[in-house]
């Protein structure tokens, strides 16, 4: 699971998207520990698990562009 310290209150959209990128992270390895997988599983648990930081990443940097917007607006930055 991936923690951003730097954002400062909880988000629990942030906290609903890290856990499952942990839980796509956790099962590829699983799956991988019990048995040799085919192709086809590999390409479907990399995709799974690069959506899932895709998503993180969108909603943290969405966050992010939100807030300074927020508070620029709040300085009087666009007036």
């Given amino acids: 699971m991936q923690h951003f310290p730097a954002f400062g ?3 629990l959209e942030r906290d609903r998207l890290a856990d499952e990128l942990g839980e796509a992270q956790t099962r590829g390895r699983n799956l991988a520990r019990l048995r ?3 192709l086809a599983e590999r390409v479907s648990l990399e995709q799974r ?3 899932a930081q895709a998503r993180l990443r969108n909603h943290v ?3 992010v562009a939100n807030r300074e917007f ?3 607006k709040k300085s009087g930055a666009f007036l």
């Fill in 36 to 38: 040799k997988l085919t």
């Fill in 61 to 63: 940097g969405s966050t």
């Fill in 49 to 51: 698990e690069n959506l």
């Fill in 70 to 72: 927020g508070s620029r």
């Fill in 9 to 11: 209150l909880s988000c």
